[in-house]
């Protein structure tokens, strides 16, 4: 094991099931917590958040470019999908 990232990294996808649903369980019991500091946190970083998701990405399997809100959106269009090797 060469550092405590890729045993983070190998943990997490040997754990991928368990950790889901841990999480599942962690956000059932605090989703009210979970949806008022989310929304502070956005709040107290509009700009931050929003510089953040007006830099450019580009997707290599389509070739195109679009900003980083549209990023997460993007990898479930069909185009992306057909497109992905
Ligand atoms: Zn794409």
Redesign the pocket.
Known sequence: MNSRKEYLKLYRDTNRNELNEKFRVYYQENKENIIKKVAEYKKNNKDKIKEYNNQNYH??????DMNYSFKSR??K?Q??IN??P
């Open positions: 997707c290599d399997i389509c070739k195109c993007h990898f269009t185009k992306h497109n992905m």
